[in-house]
């Protein structure tokens, strides 16, 4: 049996996946936060915020474009060499773990 904590484990790790397959599918293009977010319908903009900050931490995808006071909508992410290498392998990387 999965206990709460688990299940809530494992959708983060689907959501992160997600976010760096689509990321992949629209590469090499930069895409917008509110691109992604109409790419990725069923994602909340505010997780899905949490898990693009979490992604750049592990170098797996990147914020171009930045500039100060720019509106969240607007800033620009693509997806690194070492996130590419991750969506290909489609194995377990722990740091894709909560």
Not at 50 to 58: A, E, G, T, V
Not at 85 to 97: N, S
Request: overall charge negative; aromatic content about 4%.
């Amino acid at each position: 049996m999965i206990t709460p904590d688990e299940a809530k484990a494992i959708l983060i790790r689907k959501a992160r996946r997600s976010v760096l397959v689509t990321l992949k599918l629209l590469a090499p293009i930069a895409v917008t936060f509110s691109d992604l977010c109409h790419a990725m319908p069923l994602a909340e903009p505010e997780h899905l915020g949490i898990d693009l900050h979490y992604l750049q931490s592990k170098s797996y995808v990147v914020r171009v474009n930045a500039r100060p006071n720019q509106r969240r909508d607007d800033q620009e992410y693509m997806i690194t060499h070492t996130g590419l290498e991750v969506v290909d392998r489609i194995t377990v990387d722990p740091a894709l773990e909560p």
